[in-house]
């Protein structure tokens, strides 16, 4: 009913940028919270960032606070999340997630989110 598709991964320098985008289709015309998860090999998912349908909320892991912006533009069902000052452990693959149930509310919860992209791949160099 919802497909989100990633775009903008790729290889980046650590110190450097990289911004992330990901785009809804589908069932788009009701307010959704959208975020963004990570999983670099052996490791768990994480949590990175989320927004509400107003952009007024969001919530950051305390390992990208800082660093990274999440924004998002409702005409266009995108979110963007902005990565800067990357550094190797950054390196994973980012999943964007959505939700139209919290609205506007933000989870760092996976199960808490409807719907999932396929994930595009960030490696940030040392």
């Known amino acids: 009913q919802v497909q989100l598709v990633e775009s903008g991964g790729g290889l980046v320098q650590a110190g450097g940028s990289l911004r992330i985008s990901c785009v809804a289709s589908?069932?788009?015309?009701?307010?959704?919270?959208m975020g963004w998860f990570r999983q670099a090999p052996g490791k768990e998912r994480e949590f990175v960032s989320a927004?509400?349908?107003?952009?007024?909320?969001?919530d950051f892991a305390d390992s990208v606070k800082g660093r990274f912006t999440i924004s998002r533009d409702n005409a266009k069902n995108m979110v963007i999340l902005q990565m800067n000052s990357l550094n190797a452990e950054d390196t994973a693959v980012y999943h964007c997630?959505?939700?139209?149930?919290?609205?506007?509310?933000?989870?760092?919860?996976?199960?808490?989110?409807?719907?999932w992209g396929q994930g595009t791949q960030v490696t940030v160099s040392s």
């Open positions: 927004i509400a349908w107003s952009g007024g909320r969001t």
């Open positions: 997630a959505a939700d139209e149930q919290m609205k506007a509310f933000v989870s760092r919860e996976p199960s808490q989110y409807e719907y």
């Open positions: 589908g069932r788009t015309f009701r307010p959704y919270t």
